[in-house]
């Protein structure tokens, strides 16, 4: 071989190799991005939860609410009583966007507030559903993405979650 043979070969191998450092430059600067969009949200969702009145609002929908009658919709209900579950609603309905707009890991979302998505809407669906129907309303208005959300994750097998929080926590 000669030597510009040898300086070609030489400069295609840097090509490559540069382009091969570009690409995984790239693709880590993405990753950092994209786990970067989480702050916000995530600082927004713990100060909630410090929140005494976000607790005592989702305490009331999980105990009090079963026990109040579903015939009028939420809007039979009292307006402190619809504050309530449009405060709670909302406000997991919020992060479940987040989660399907990929601003969240939907993943994290879900493992992390699991149980509490499934005992809000077990609460909320009676008076979900015969708001839709007293307001003649489709299935696809007031909280149906929380809805679709939590039919997801009762389709999630259970070793998911933990597996989810376990990579988490040893990161």
Do not use: C
Request: net charge negative; hydrophobic share 45%; no cysteine.
């Amino acid at each position: 071989m000669d030597t510009s043979t040898l300086v070609n070969i030489g400069a295609i191998a840097v090509s490559v190799f540069a382009l091969a450092v570009s690409s995984w430059l790239a693709k880590n600067q993405f990753m950092a991005q994209r786990h970067g969009n989480h702050v916000g949200p995530l600082i927004e969702l713990l100060t909630e939860f410090r929140s005494l009145e976000f607790h005592r609002n989702y305490a009331f929908i999980r105990d009090e609410l079963p026990g109040l009658s579903s015939d009028g919709g939420i809007s039979g209900l009292d307006e402190d009583v619809q504050k309530k579950i449009y405060d709670v609603g909302y406000f997991f309905q919020l992060y479940a966007i987040l989660a399907y707009l990929d601003i969240m890991d939907e993943r994290f979302v879900s493992a992390l507030l699991h149980r509490r998505y499934i005992e809000t809407w077990a609460a909320l669906e009676p008076f979900v559903r015969k708001e839709r129907e007293l307001q003649g309303l489709s299935d696809s208005a007031i909280l149906n993405i929380l809805e679709t959300f939590v039919a997801r994750l009762h389709e999630s097998p259970p070793e998911e979650r933990q597996r989810m929080l376990a990579g988490r926590h040893r990161r």
